[in-house]
């Protein structure tokens, strides 16, 4: 399984990605904090977002830095995913006029517009400005 955070301006709530996403698929609430998606019996068709803002804690201080400066609040949202092609088309259907970064996990957070120019996993994990 592959995964990916995704911070937004504190505007942009978990049930807002079932608004956005409404065309490409249909998420299921798992749980008041997780939202899913998945094909049954089909591989690799498993996409969930969950909202924890208590992630930020875990990111290491420069990151920590770089969040703090680009929003005066924000939410934090855990996906896990076996298909980048999910997270890209989900970064697509939310408004242009919510600001959102995507943190790797490995020490990068990517806007929006260089995220979508991506063309896999295995470069969204190397990416480096």
């Known amino acids: 399984m592959k995964d990916a955070i995704l911070i937004t ?7 807002d990605f079932k608004r956005y996403a409404r065309g490409l698929f249909e998420f299921e609430e798992a749980n008041e904090f997780e939202i899913e ?3 049954p019996y089909e591989q690799e068709s498993y996409f969930s977002i969950s909202k924890d803002n208590s992630m930020f804690d875990l990111i290491e201080p420069d990151g920590q830095k770089i969040i703090v400066s680009e ?4 939410n934090v949202f855990a996906c896990l ?6 997270v890209q088309s989900l970064i697509v259907s939310i408004p242009s006029d ?3 970064i995507v943190d790797n996990d490995h020490g990068a957070f990517i806007r929006r517009e260089d995220f979508l120019k991506l063309n896999s996993y295995e470069e969204f994990v190397k990416w480096s400005k």
């Open 71 to 74: 929003f005066d609040k924000f």
């Open 81 to 86: 995913f076996y298909e980048f092609g999910y």
């Open 98 to 100: 919510r600001k959102i």
């Open 37 to 39: 998606y998945y094909i």
């Open 9 to 15: 301006d504190s505007t942009v709530e978990l049930l």
